[in-house]
């Protein structure tokens, strides 16, 4: 189901990410839930929910990444 706010997001998202990340995070999973809402447009048997997660996390990756050492995730700096 489309989260309504970050504090909606699940335990693995809201305790990892900061909160630019998780904006980032909803925008993407509910865009992806509406999106692929038929089994056709979806890869494999995954679920909806499967599928709107793996876009969300994506779309998190784009700007941010997870740090080795601390396991934190921050911001990529850009490179000009």
Same mark, same amino acid.
């Given at each position: 189901m489309?989260?309504?706010?970050t #504090?909606d997001?699940?335990?693995s %998202?809201k305790n !990892?990410l900061?909160?630019? @990340?998780? +904006?980032i995070y909803l925008k @993407?999973?509910n @865009? @992806?839930?509406?999106?692929y *809402?038929?089994?056709?447009e979806r890869?494999?048997h +995954?679920s #909806? +929910?499967?599928t709107?997660? *793996? %876009?969300?996390?994506?779309a998190v990756?784009k700007?941010?990444? *997870?740090d080795? =050492? =601390?396991?934190?995730? #921050?911001? *990529?700096k850009? #490179? !000009?």
């Amino acid at each position: 189901m489309p989260y309504h706010q970050t #504090r909606d997001l699940p335990a693995s %998202v809201k305790n !990892h990410l900061p909160a630019h @990340a998780q +904006e980032i995070y909803l925008k @993407a999973f509910n @865009a @992806a839930w509406d999106e692929y *809402k038929e089994p056709a447009e979806r890869r494999g048997h +995954e679920s #909806r +929910e499967e599928t709107a997660h *793996k %876009v969300a996390w994506t779309a998190v990756k784009k700007n941010y990444e *997870k740090d080795e =050492s =601390s396991g934190q995730w #921050r911001a *990529k700096k850009h #490179r !000009h």
